[in-house]
């Protein structure tokens, strides 16, 4: 107990309240010009925005691949299983290169990308297909345990009732997976509003339009300003907290209409 | 409804889960498939419902091809051995889901969907748990709720998979005597599959007894009993003393000693003779076909359970009543009863 609270003192606790002390020494009238300034507005939506959608997005495909890998057996199986932990442990730097490169107006997607129009590559676009690389990971590993315990024979007494596959899936599977649905949508986009390596090497990091919190931070730290700097990040963590804590209570919801055993 | 299975055959890779099967059920009627894990009968239930495909042979209801429908299709209900009810939902909404993924053109309005799940919930008497979630109920009240849900479709058949499997003795009990008197009540065509001798011959019309993915038996739980067809059935139900016996010039002989049992019509060659173990009477030494002594002796209620080396090299165990008290190291004389002599090792 003491243990316990002591680490997640000097780990979290501590180096959060610094972070609020720090922002003090701002007046409220500079905090707020901070905040509402421009770039500082542009910067979050972006970051808070892209990361979102990209969680979403994680959260359709990776119900997908989720299903794949539980209820199929097809060759090369357990490579693709072994693959989805990939961006989990590749450098975040490294991915951001391979990203860009690959996106990249001559790159290998790049290519047939821009001959649609399509830039990715140094846009906004950039920013939110790095989220994706970087976030699919939370939602198949927690949803992968929470599908694997599901047992088949609930679609089928589903099924023998009269239900469609659809009824099935809507009705019956969708409602179980719930709360670990909840759960990786909502590390995916913590993750993604966090991150900064993969992200600033395919972002082209344009004021306004494609630069990300955290850059806009690590930008203010070069700059000595500190203060703002830390503002910026008070922001982000109580905008994160908030939306952590509105999942978290979602997630107890749905966690309570399935009482654990 | 009439069930109807022909020639029935499923492979599971190189096993053999039913190797042809032909079954008629008939209307209103409750049957037990009995058998050992692994001798074809959930198979041969599965396939039924359309949980299962077989690799050849028939199935027909009312004489109609089932084959050709799916599970969805075949207005079949099915109650599983974990219950398979669904977590999140209420009890209340467990029972009604049938109701509520009817196609639109014939679903019912919200208040007979009500009235429809309450009428079942008081049918297994469990009104008061409506609102409660799967997790919060006891495992017999879980089945009855699975039953319950299967019910609301109004099925054509019902099929239950080791309903009672997961439960224990005690409520295994209540629930068999239960879902005879549920029958009795609703009357609707059921097939029950158990491993369990005692609940087949208890809780079914007729008993169809299954081995290695073939139908050994099929009969009243009084003809499975008192006249097994097969060596298989005889060993299977109630406890039987199977002894390696010799048919040659009209005599039997347990390994090089004679017994002063009847030969007549028995073919000769190395054959299988059952006895029930209540159905062997104790009596003094050189009286009986077999001679044997006690090695020692456990008092069950009203039986004393004695295991017996008999002379000719076996050891087998009886029930004999208690008015005559075994003691280890008598040496006893054994009359059967009634036996049964099957041809083959």
């Not at chain 1, 975040?92 to 590559?121: N, R």
Request: aromatic residues 8%; neutral net charge; glycine residues 8%.
């Amino acid at each position: 107990m003491g243990l316990t609270l002591t680490w997640l003192s000097v780990i979290i606790l501590i180096p959060l309240a610094g972070l609020f002390l720090k922002s003090l020494e701002l007046s409220p009238e500079q905090f707020w010009n901070i905040l509402s300034s421009r770039r500082t507005l542009n910067a979050l939506r972006v970051s808070f925005g892209l990361a979102f959608a990209a969680a979403c997005v994680n959260l359709v495909m990776g119900s997908i691949i989720v299903w794949a890998l539980v209820r199929y057996r097809f060759p090369g199986r357990r490579l693709f299983d072994a693959i989805v932990d990939v961006p989990f442990a590749l450098p975040t730097a490294v991915a951001g290169v391979a990203l860009t490169s690959l996106f990249a107006e001559k790159g290998w997607l790049g290519a047939p990308l821009a001959a649609l129009g399509i830039k990715v590559a140094f846009t906004p676009l950039g920013i939110f297909v790095a989220m994706i690389f970087i976030g699919i990971p939370f939602v198949v590993r927690t949803v992968q345990p929470v599908l694997q315990d599901l047992d088949v024979e609930i679609e089928e007494a589903a099924g023998s009732l009269g239900a469609s596959r659809w009824q099935t899936i809507v009705r019956v599977i969708l409602p179980s997976l719930a709360p670990a649905l909840l759960t990786g949508l909502a590390l995916a986009f913590a993750r993604a509003v966090g991150e900064y390596g993969s992200v600033i090497f395919i972002a082209g990091n344009l004021p306004n339009v494609s630069e990300i919190a955290p850059l806009l931070i690590v930008i203010r730290l070069s700059e000595f300003r500190y203060a703002d700097a830390t503002a910026i990040a008070v922001i982000m963590l109580v905008v994160s907290f908030v939306i952590i804590f509105a999942v978290n209570r979602l997630q107890r919801w749905a966690q309570n209409r399935i009482p654990v055993h | 409804m009439t069930i109807e299975v022909k020639n029935l055959v499923k492979r599971f890779g190189n096993f053999a889960a039913l190797d042809g099967v032909d079954l008629k059920v008939n209307d209103g009627e409750l049957l037990a498939l009995l058998g050992p894990s692994g001798s074809g009968k959930t198979t041969l239930l599965r396939i039924i419902a359309g949980l299962d495909w077989p690799d050849s042979g028939e199935v027909a209801f009312n004489g109609e091809d089932a084959l050709a429908q799916g599970a969805r299709e075949r207005h079949v209900g099915f109650v599983f051995q974990h219950y398979a009810l669904f977590r999140h939902m209420s009890v209340f909404e467990n029972v009604a889901f049938g109701l509520r993924v009817q196609p639109r053109a014939v679903r019912k309005d919200e208040a007979t969907i009500r009235a429809r799940v309450k009428e079942l919930l008081d049918l297994v008497q469990l009104d008061w748990l409506a609102d409660r979630y799967p997790s919060q109920l006891s495992g017999g009240q879980r089945q009855r709720i699975a039953l319950a849900r299967a019910l609301a479709i109004e099925p054509r058949i019902l099929l239950l998979d080791e309903p009672f499997g997961a439960l224990d003795a005690k409520v295994r009990k209540e629930l068999r005597k239960w879902l005879r008197s549920l029958h009795h009540e609703i009357n609707v065509t059921s097939i029950f599959v158990t491993h369990d001798q005692e609940e087949a011959l208890e809780v079914a019309n007729r008993v169809v007894v299954m081995d290695k993915g073939r139908i050994e038996q099929i009969g009243s739980p009084d003809d499975v009993y008192e006249t097994p067809a097969t060596a298989f059935v005889h060993g299977f139900i109630g406890e039987s003393i199977e002894l390696p016996v010799q048919v040659e010039g009209g005599v039997i002989r347990l390994g090089d000693r004679p017994l002063r049992l009847a030969a007549d019509g028995l073919a000769p060659g190395a054959s299988k003779l059952f006895v029930r173990r209540h159905d062997m009477l104790v009596g003094p030494p050189g009286s009986g076909a077999f001679e044997g002594a006690v090695q020692h002796v456990r008092n069950f209620g009203p039986v004393q359970r004695a295991e017996v080396a008999l002379s000719g090299g076996e050891t087998i165990e009886i029930d004999a009543p208690r008015d005559r008290e075994l003691r280890a190291g008598d040496t006893i004389g054994l009359e059967p009863r009634r036996y049964r002599i099957f041809a083959g090792a």
